[in-house]
């Protein structure tokens, strides 16, 4: 009876505490579909407004890999086709309701999607991946022509020589063409279709420039008309040629620049024409307005102004030219677009920043002399400079020209300006996010107030003022006592309005997320609304040009050094390296209070851009987080080893030389490997070495040196890919007491990290996963770790002597892959997950493994104290490892574990899989002492299931439910002021943020509990015992006279 209550205690806690209630979606998570910053290089990859039957989209390829369709009206995805990393979009093609595109090496697949609804209608290999032809940028190359009768035929061309004509329903390949030259310099790029010729334009290589090539074909059989080169010589075969077209017509053109010449050329099926030069005029660029189907473009002139060419019957011709009155060195850069409405009427506009209002101005040419201009407001220091527009003009004369215009700036955002106003936006750089943490809000202020020092009489006064709140907190007292406490948890959040304090259970904080494009954000943990927003300045490098790009991510919290302490502010310090197009590298730091997006020095307004803090002249090798009795500091080494602090104080370098002799860190450094067997084709290898600080007269008067202390070489065959540190936080139970009252006590050495190698030597016979505890030796020889066999490797390195705490080989995941292990270390619990395709073992599944390891001191009842003993005593090296391998369903892309306040919750691990889903494990299901046989009472007694080896996808445990989550390359947990509740934020191609309660709401009451009918109860007893109470004092009165 015993082991079968134990049995159905655990049974009913696996469905109660990772169970999530369907009224509970948008509560107590949120989740922002994205879809990744548009690709405005090409026509063929940029937003452009798209229309069929009525209906319009905004279609567009994006960096992450995504084609997407997002609705004009209010920017909601209409639909997205997510890519495989592998499989990189190198454009998308329009013909009334069908998308077609190209993706993959040299553009080896073929997919149409249905414009409105984005189901799939086809998808065709026109050939292997691994004979693509890679090429930069990847547009370049391929291209996709609707034609036939009623467009139902697609001209391909992939690998800039190979052509298909591919029916567009049944993906049936009615001819192939290969260039008899294919292996010479010609390049094609587009392909034009008229009824009597197919056009394939590329270019050829000469000696110091580019030449026109042109091939016609007969669009019904594929057999060749003829091929020849043009004569021209062009600079740059990506934007110095355009070919104009009016439809599917026989009047088309070549439009080139050639030294300042804008020449052009009628492509016939003979290719016999000439060339004509435009006389009086020297341009020096061509602008694809997306109208080169409808015979339009842009040419610059010398002076910068812009001329729109428009083809004519006879050739080419001027039809209206943007001009300015401003001088030319003050002229602002325009950026151009164009679109044709559903009347077939033409519109160009330009699109500047006007000095003397401020504001955007809007210029659009509709075929009269006359310009529809209008200005809008538009907030550079956040979103940054115009990287790319695409417009979607409606009108027949410059009065009635309704625009809408869609922006994509250098900073990742998008936003649809219509009626001079911003209708909505899309902060898409959030797809790039590189670092991110949770930031605890401050308190409320009357929570926090100081009042040391303050005098009996201002005491008295201040009571007396605050006499004033009195009713509301009595209301708020008594409305405590009818409300249940899960209550509150139950409602959704509301938009954080005016200072923003954190919440009575700490579920309101702030994200911060810092991305590829130098922009930062501040998330509502809540709601997932973008509370603030700052970009990230360039300083000096603005004016040769360059980029930011955030390196690492410290919260302070208040206690940096010379600040009042945790909780009085909460501010985060950004670590960026800025680089600059002339090469030169500088590292800055960025210091943000959180909840606001100001500047924590105070020295730079908020409508500023934020610049930073020059701390190095120099890239840096790494970068700490120190911290002694609540106070903070950040260390940095450059490439000497040098050592720099923020703040760059007296008191931080002070805190700095008071924890010099506990300061040990581990680097990765080169060597060279070339005359080390099997390494003629790798020179370089990685090792470990591990540092510390101290002052050299000889290097530096005034700085701390790292100097190595120890090494730690790995086989010459094996690489170092990645260093990884535990999760940090605080530990409630130093052991685990077993069911015969014995203890294993954890082993908790804080200088612990995992190593993650590759092995580069030929592959041979994949090894298994194997174990060597109990302290290995620092110096690891080619002989132990077997360097027959490529692989991939897994360590646990103390950082302080240097010694492998544990370590184990694994099967490489195919020929010609890299490493993919994911690994998450926290206090003595390591888990890992890779691929094994058990080539070498018939009775063994391949699949994906998931490995839990528990590190635990020297054997039962022996307690070392590893959490406070020198890392150089011997007993620490004497670990007792207990490890279990379980079969996984899928892959993952990322991995973690949750955190809690006080540590007493147990830890979960939470893991990004590839189908799409935020999942989390409770840790009984990953221990490595499950016993294999039927358990015991006592393995009962302790919690233990029997060992099942493969880990089932049980939907109760996937946190993100319904969502499709794509791509999660992050996963970070943060403590809420509930031990029993942690916080978990997801970060990828969309971003998610939800709760998880690994122990169960033990500090919560249930949802179920009736606190009315317990405060009616107590009130209904405290009224009896008040009336009673005299009756019974009464009887005991009278009593007495009796006796």
């Known amino acids: 009876m015993r082991s079968l209550f134990w049995t159905l205690l655990l049974v009913v806690q696996a469905c109660v505490v990772h169970a999530i209630h369907k009224s509970d979606v948008g509560v107590v998570d949120w ?31 994006t960096t992450s890999n995504v084609l997407a369709a997002l609705s004009p009206e209010d920017g909601h995805v209409a639909w ?39 189901l799939q209608l086809l998808e065709k290999r026109l050939h292997p991946p691994e004979l693509g032809h890679l090429a930069e940028p990847h547009f370049f190359g391929k291209y996709v022509a609707f034609g036939g009768s009623d467009g139902t035929d697609l001209y391909v061309l992939t690998n800039g020589h190979t052509f298909y004509r591919v029916d567009q329903k049944s993906g049936e390949i009615h001819w192939q063409f290969a260039m008899p030259d294919a292996s010479s310099l010609v390049i094609h790029t587009k392909v034009l279709y008229t009824p009597s010729a197919l056009y394939l334009i590329g270019v050829a290589k000469s000696l110091e420039s580019y030449t026109l090539h042109v091939t016609s074909l007969n669009p019904e059989t594929g057999e060749l008309i003829t091929s020849a080169n043009i004569p021209s010589s062009i600079k740059d075969p990506i934007v110095d040629f355009l070919v104009l077209s009016n439809g599917v017509s026989e009047n088309n053109r070549i439009v080139w620049l050639e030294q300042g010449s804008l020449k052009h050329v009628p492509l016939l099926p003979k290719l016999n024409a000439k060339p004509v030069a435009v006389k009086n005029a020297e341009f020096e660029l061509l602008v694809d307005v997306s109208l080169a189907d409808n015979g339009h473009l842009i040419a610059i002139k010398k002076d910068g102004t812009g001329r729109i060419i428009k083809l004519a019957e006879s050739g080419i011709k001027s039809v209206y030219e943007f001009t300015d009155s401003m001088p030319e060195e003050e002229r602002p850069q325009p950026v151009y677009t164009g679109n044709v409405d559903e009347t077939g009427r033409v519109h160009v506009a330009r699109i500047y920043w006007a000095h003397d209002v401020k504001k955007l101005a809007l210029e659009i040419y509709s075929g009269t002399q006359e310009l529809s201009v209008g200005f809008f407001n538009f907030d550079t220091a956040n979103h940054g400079i115009i990287a790319y527009a695409a417009l979607n003009a409606k009108g027949t004369g410059p009065q009635d020209i309704t625009p809408q215009l869609l922006i994509s700036t250098y900073t990742g955002n998008i936003q649809l300006i219509e009626d001079a106003k911003a209708k909505w936006n899309r902060d898409e750089a959030l797809t790039t996010a590189v670092v991110s943490e949770f930031v605890e809000l401050p308190p409320p202020k009357a929570v926090v107030g100081n009042h040391e020092g303050e005098s009996f009489t201002g005491r008295v006064i201040r009571h007396i003022g605050d006499l004033q709140k009195f009713p509301a907190y009595a209301t708020h007292f008594i409305e405590r006592f009818f409300m249940d406490q899960s209550a509150g948890l139950a409602t959704k959040p509301e938009s954080m309005t005016g200072e923003p304090v954190r919440d009575e259970f700490g579920f309101r904080q702030i994200i911060v997320v810092a991305t590829m494009f130098g922009k930062v954000y501040g998330l509502d943990s809540a709601t997932g609304e973008v509370v603030w927003t700052r970009l990230l300045g360039l300083g000096w490098a603005a004016q040769v040009g360059g980029r930011v790009i955030p390196v690492k991510m410290f919260v302070f919290n208040g206690e940096g050094v010379g600040n009042k302490g945790k909780g009085t502010r909460s501010d985060v310090v950004i670590v960026a390296q800025r680089r600059a197009d002339n090469t030169l590298v500088d590292t800055v730091v960025f210091h943000i209070d959180a909840a606001t997006g100001e500047d924590a020095t105070g020295k730079i307004a908020r409508a500023d851009v934020l610049e930073g803090i020059d701390i190095v002249q120099g890239p840096i090798v790494e970068s700490y987080l120190l911290q002694r009795e609540g106070q903070k500091v950040l260390m940095f080494l450059d490439e000497f080893l040098q050592v720099y602090t923020y703040p760059d104080t007296s008191e931080a370098l002070e805190l700095v030389n008071k924890l010099v002799p506990s300061l040990y860190f581990a680097l990765r450094t080169s060597i060279d490997a070339s005359n080390a067997p099997h390494q003629s084709a790798r020179p370089k290898q990685r090792r470990l070495i591990g540092h510390q600080l101290a002052m050299n007269d000889a290097l530096s008067k005034d700085r701390l040196i790292a100097y190595p202390v120890w090494t730690l070489s790995f086989p010459n065959n094996e690489d170092i890919i990645g260093l990884i540190s535990p999760s940090q936080g605080p530990i409630a139970s130093y052991g685990k007491v077993l069911a015969n009252r014995t203890t294993l006590y954890k082993y908790l050495n804080p200088h612990m990290s995992i190593v993650l190698t590759q092995k580069l030597g030929p592959i041979g016979t994949p090894s298994q996963a194997a174990t060597f505890g109990e302290g290995s030796d620092s110096t690891t020889t080619e002989a132990e770790a077997g360097t027959k066999n490529s692989g991939c490797g897994v360590y646990v390195v103390d950082n302080v002597r240097g010694s492998i705490l544990y370590r184990a080989s694994l099967p490489a995941p195919g020929v010609g892959m890299g490493c993919d292990v994911k690994a998450a270390l926290t206090e003595n619990w390591l888990v890992y997950h890779y691929y094994d395709p058990e080539e070498g073992a018939i009775e063994e599944a391949r699949g994906w493994k998931m490995v839990s390891v528990e590190l635990y001191e020297g054997g039962i009842d022996e307690k070392t104290k590893s959490s406070e003993t020198s890392s150089f005593d011997n007993s620490t090296t004497q670990v007792k490892v207990f490890e279990d391998s379980f079969v996984f ?17 147990t830890k979960d691990i939470i893991v990004a899989t590839k189908s799409n889903k935020i999942q989390s494990y409770p840790r009984r299901l990953l221990d490595p002492r499950r016993p294999r046989q039927k358990p015991t009472s006592q393995e009962l007694e302790e919690g233990l299931l029997q060992y099942d080896p493969l880990l089932s996808d049980n939907p109760k445990q996937v946190l993100s439910h319904a969502y499709d989550i794509a791509n999660t390359q992050r996963i970070i947990t943060a403590p809420s002021l509930l031990e029993s509740t942690a916080l978990v934020f997801g970060s990828g191609l969309d971003m998610f943020v939800t709760r998880i309660s690994p122990s169960g709401t033990f500090d919560l009451l249930s949802e179920t509990f009736n606190k009315r009918q317990l405060v009616w109860t107590v009130v209904g007893l405290t009224g009896a015992i008040v009336v009673a109470r005299p009756m019974v004092g009464r009887k005991r009165l009278n009593g007495k006279w009796f006796f």
């Open 31 to 61: 989740y922002r579909k994205l879809v990744g910053v548009p690709l405005a290089g090409s026509s063929t990859t940029a937003p452009a407004f798209r229309r069929s039957g009525g209906k319009e989209v905004i279609l567009t390829a």
């Open 80 to 118: 997205r086709y997510v890519f495989e990393s592998e499989d990189r979009i190198a454009g998308y093609y329009t013909h009334d309701d069908v998308v077609a595109t190209l993706s993959g090496p040299g553009g080896a697949v073929l997919r149409t999607f249905d414009l409105h609804t984005g």
């Open 889 to 905: 369903t899928q892959g993952i892309t990322a991995i973690t574990t949750t955190k809690t306040k006080f540590g007493i919750s």
